[in-house]
């Protein structure tokens, strides 16, 4: 994922899915997904410009990062939320969630946004903690 694709992501000019990263396979697996490529499409950041317009490119070239190295629990079974704070980040964190598609083929973020690092703290205690928060 680059700044160019999200830049024409957010203008509308992309119709496929960009890629965003992979994601480790015992986490595609956790989901029973065939694929572990996590891909961003047009339709959700549609919507995440409605819900969370404070939300800009900068920020959604943090989701590789999110992903890759923030806390990961199961969801839903087809869901997986990330949650991610470092003091990189400034005074709050992320939470992204992805999702697996009915036919197992894909993985899409369908959600991401600003969340306070004491919301982040209160999820480390929950259960189906899939990957510990590195940082």
Same mark, same amino acid.
């Given at each position: 994922m680059n700044e160019q694709d999200l830049l024409e992501l957010f203008e509308d000019r992309f119709v496929e899915p960009i890629?965003?990263?992979h994601i480790e396979r015992?986490?595609?697996?956790?989901l029973g997904s065939l694929t572990n490529t996590v891909v961003l499409s047009a339709s959700?950041?549609?919507k995440q410009q409605q819900e969370h317009p404070e939300l800009g490119i900068d920020e959604y070239l943090r989701l590789p990062t999110i992903l890759s190295s923030g806390l990961a629990y199961q969801h839903q079974l087809t869901r997986i939320r990330f949650v991610y704070h470092s003091s990189k980040a400034? *005074? *709050?964190g992320y939470q992204a969630v992805i999702k697996r598609t009915e036919d197992r083929r894909e993985l899409f973020v369908i959600s991401f946004h600003r969340m306070r690092p004491r919301k982040i703290m209160a999820l480390a205690g929950r259960p189906l903690i899939i990957r510990q928060?590195?940082?």
């Open positions: 890629f965003v990263c015992p986490l595609a697996d956790v959700t950041i549609e400034g *005074h *709050h928060l590195y940082s």
